[in-house]
């Protein structure tokens, strides 16, 4: 099971942040998590971040990635994936979507978690 799930944090009132958070994938041979950002539902998506489970800082026992700077009321939509060590490295399929515009159906402390199984081709 991989779990995504966002968490807002307080920030100014034009800017805001934003954590995403997954339950870690039980692949043996995991190298790390890709999290993807896009303007719309569906994508397209941009890679942001390549978080390998070496990365300084990075937990894999609970993998998260803060999303910083984030213009309060646009639209943002997320996914992660997960790879493994193979050369050329395989990527999983994408996580289910979440997203948020940091308004008022977004208070600071909302918390929502989606289960999507994802495993490695």
């Not at 303007?39 to 998506?45: D, N, T, V």
């Not at 700077?69 to 193979?86: C, Q």
């Not at 490295?89 to 918390?111: A, D, F, H, I, M």
Request: aromatic share 12%; proline share 7%.
């Amino acid at each position: 099971m991989f779990v995504i799930a966002f968490f807002l944090l307080a920030g100014s009132a034009w800017a805001m942040d934003v954590t995403l958070g997954w339950d870690a994938n039980s692949e043996t041979d995991l190298a790390g998590y890709k999290v993807y950002q896009g303007a719309a539902a569906g994508g397209p998506y941009t890679m942001i971040k390549d978080l390998a489970l070496t990365s300084p800082g990075f937990v894999p026992a609970s993998p998260e990635y803060k999303v910083t700077n984030l213009v309060r009321g646009t639209r943002y939509f997320w996914v992660v994936t997960a790879y493994d060590s193979e050369v050329p490295s395989l990527e999983s399929g994408y996580s289910n979507e979440v997203t948020t515009n940091g308004g008022p159906q977004s208070p600071v402390g909302t918390r929502i978690k989606v289960v999507v199984d994802v495993q490695l081709p």
